[in-house]
């Protein structure tokens, strides 16, 4: 998401232009240690994932196509090239790298990535049109459930969790390190964007969500697709969030209220702080709402 994350990239410019010296694009990769062979790289788009180890370096997403000098300076000080990139959606925060650094990686992805990144997309929530992608961005590999990599020591199950944040969506995760890379499917402590015009919907991405909390324990390190890094007590919270706000939201529905008359009257103001990222309150009602309309 283009103009979204343009704006969460305001939203995490404290974390995101941090320090070390400036790329081309003015964006600085923030380095935050997941454990010793995991890092996560905060830029401007998705989070990024790097595994590094005896097998070389793999990343799961890989932030703006405009980041990518950024990105190959942060992997120039691990002195190695990416063999494998997981791209967790089609999304062009999480995928723009792909057409430079699909020169030496293999992109893995849901079949669904693949489609939606060979032809024109429309997202009529933002105003976006996206362009096809050139073939050399498009994922080599792509699967339909899940597939399962062996790399450095540990065994990363790719799992599609479907018609979440878009019908396309990867889960990664990380064994025996403990470690979820969530994709769009978590946002860290912020409403989260729901793209139903690429056959995502609020009501799936909380029960994919609900799924995916039995495969975390309480030491489980969780990287969210925008966010700081985060543990399974804050996918807990993010849960309940779900459920809570879109009960109010069908509640006013039930009652024949407008989606004005919803926004008007808001939400409790414990769900306030969730609408200080790019999804502001009323964004996130309306996005409730649309979906539950089915
Ligand atoms: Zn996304």
Redesign the pocket.
Known sequence: ?KNT?GLMALLLSSVAYGHGDMADSGQVFKEVPVTNDIVMLQGKG?NIGLLQGEDGVLLIDDDYKENIGALEKALDKKSAKPRFIINT?W?G??TGGNEHLGEYASIVAHDNVRSRMASDQEIKFFGMNVPASPKAALPLITFEQSMTLHFNGQTLDVVHYPNG??DGDSIVIIQPANVVHM??HFFSGFFP?V?LESGGSVQGMTKNIEAVITKMNKDTKVIP?HGPLSTQKDVKTYHKMLVKTTAIVKRAMDKGKSLEDIKKKGLPSKWKSWGNGFIKEGVWITLVYTSLKG
Do not use: S, W
């Open positions: 998401m994350v998705g959606h999304h925060d999480h944040h878009t994709g769009d964007f793209d697709g």
